[in-house]
């Protein structure tokens, strides 16, 4: 059996995988088994932040390797207490829980936030109000928070207490923190399964009033959006807010598992010993690697991401065969006049891989993807849209 044959026979099929199997890569390039080489755009979905085998980061990890590969939440290790103050510093959150996945750090802060409003404010206030279109994640919880019924339908019961609000309307939210007990406000700054979707400056801004005013924490879930996506280190860093929960996984490992849920002055001290925990988090190979990511996010670098995402935005609005360009950074969405599967199609017929949201075009390029290869990736792009 070839490996797609293996894979079909012994893997569950919840995937739709693109018909080629990739072998190996170097940065922005990605080689499959027959040779053929790739421009990825798509970097596993927001996760290789510099790309395929980056040395530096291959280093960093390896030496880690070369020490000590796990020991376990029962003893302490430099890698995850460099990483977790890198993280505060960084953010001016306090402090840090470390897991494996984007749904498990949104996991950790939806029992943070139940757990500061029930002793603050009594356990009836447990809603968290999400919003719709969002995407938090495939635990049955993080279902739950997932403002999308196409995700909730055959899973069912979901966790109780989430109500969804509409993306960017003040009065439905407003509406639904006056009907319910809230703990929370759960936001990803831009929408990125639901179509990469930006909040407006406005909504964002009446989540924090709203916020301060109730005391309600407000929840960012970095999962996609942060470490140097969007143009800056985090998506809530464009507008002007802090958030009391930040949660954030995919590209902070650069290709290792690890999820970290970031935690504000208000809940810093919710999580005592044995309220929470994760054999694997914090494990020092993932925190090592990640180290390495977050720093080298750097102002430099974030100013490169913001001239790139300029320059793809500018290059692709007026294509023809494009009707839009929305996102922040380099997480953008292109609704195209052809279906977007075909033009994904010939991208990827002409030596480009990107992705779907929803009926979109996705492109999630690594942050320092050479711009030799990112024009020659567009024009391709371009091509394929027409
Ligand atoms: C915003 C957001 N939150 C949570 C998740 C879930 O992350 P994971 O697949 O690592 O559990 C995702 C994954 O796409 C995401 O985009």
Not at 41 to 65: C, E, P, R, S
Not at 91 to 116: D, H, M, P, Q
Not at 293 to 312: G, H, T
Request: aromatic residues 6%; contains cysteine.
């Amino acid at each position: 059996m070839n490996v797609k044959q293996k894979d079909g026979e012994f893997i569950a099929a919840t995937y739709a995988r693109f018909p080629i199997v990739i072998t190996e890569g170097k940065g922005s390039l990605l080689k499959d088994e027959e040779g053929k080489e790739y421009i990825d755009l798509g970097t596993g979905i927001a996760v290789n932040t510099f790309g395929a085998a980056d040395n530096d980061w291959i280093n960093a990890v390896t030496g880690q390797l070369n020490k000590v590969q796990h020991t376990s939440n029962l003893y302490f290790t430099k890698p995850a207490a460099d990483l977790a103050e890198m993280l505060c510093s960084r953010t001016g959150l306090k402090k840090v829980f470390f897991s494996n996945s984007g749904a498990e750090a949104n996991e950790c802060a939806i029992k943070v936030a139940r757990k500061y409003a029930a002793e603050k404010k009594g356990a009836e206030y447990n809603t968290i109000i999400t919003l719709k279109n969002s995407f938090h994640g495939r635990t049955i919880t993080t279902l739950a928070a997932t403002g999308q019924e196409v995700f909730h339908k055959d899973f069912l019961p979901l966790t109780e207490g989430f109500v969804y609000a509409e993306a960017n309307n003040i009065a439905d939210l407003k509406q639904k923190v006056n009907e319910n007990k809230v703990a929370a406000i759960m936001f990803e700054t831009v929408q990125g399964e639901g179509g990469v979707m930006p909040l407006t400056k406005e909504f964002v801004s009446a989540i924090a009033e709203i916020a301060e005013k109730e005391d309600i924490l407000m929840i960012a879930d970095e999962v996609q959006t942060g470490n140097g996506r969007t143009g800056r280190l985090y998506g809530y860093m464009n507008f002007g807010i802090t958030p009391d929960i930040v949660s954030t996984a995919k590209g902070l490992g650069g290709g290792l598992p690890i999820g970290a849920t970031l935690l504000g002055d208000k809940v810093k001290d919710v999580l005592t010993a044995g309220s929470h925990g994760s054999t694997f988090g914090g494990n020092p190979v993932c925190c090592a690697g990640a180290l390495n990511i977050l720093s080298r996010i750097d102002d430099n670098l974030l100013a490169e991401v913001r001239e790139k995402s300029e320059y793809i935005i500018n290059e692709l609005s007026e294509a023809k065969g494009v009707k839009s360009v929305t996102g922040m950074g380099l997480m953008l969405g292109i609704e195209t006049e052809k279906d977007a599967g075909e033009v994904i199609e010939k991208c990827r017929e002409k030596g480009v891989l990107v992705i779907k949201a929803k009926t979109k075009v996705r492109l999630l390029p690594a942050l320092n993807i050479p711009w030799e290869q990112l024009k020659k990736a567009v024009q391709i792009l371009k091509e394929a849209c027409k």
